[in-house]
């Protein structure tokens, strides 16, 4: 059994920054691809910014404000915010696909932080 743990969201306010963690935990043997997506009230999950081995990739609306990295020897992706503007506002989401020692490699998500840039 895989986990992913979500911490760091909350309520800022517009030009302000936040720094989220997904720490996963379980029985991992190694972990690919890493990604935040987040869903604003009525409307579809999105893809927010993806991380491997070798490349990272944004969404149009947050590059150059938002920064994905990963501590492999932790298990753990980070999305650090800044410049946030109130359309950011979401319930933010991370995900891994991980490998796990059953050999088997699932996609998992953690459950979901809220972000809330407002004045």
């Known amino acids: 059994q895989v986990q992913l743990v979500e911490s760091g969201g909350g309520l800022v306010q517009p030009g302000g920054s936040l720094r989220l963690s997904c720490a996963a935990s379980?029985?991992?043997?190694?972990?690919?691809?890493m990604a935040w997506y987040r869903q604003a009230p009525g409307k579809q999950r999105d893809l927010v910014a993806h991380?491997?081995?070798?490349?990272?990739t944004y969404a149009d609306s947050v590059a150059g404000r938002f920064t994905i990295s990963r501590d492999n020897a932790k298990n753990t992706q980070y999305l650090q915010m800044t410049g946030l503007k109130p359309e950011d506002t979401a319930v933010y989401y991370c995900?891994?696909?991980?490998?796990?020692?059953?050999?088997?490699?699932?996609?998992?998500w953690g459950q979901g932080t809220q972000v809330t840039v407002s004045s």
């Open positions: 995900y891994a696909l991980v490998t796990s020692t059953t050999r088997a490699t699932l996609a998992y």
């Open positions: 379980g029985s991992i043997v190694t972990i690919g691809a």
């Open positions: 991380i491997t081995s070798s490349r990272t």
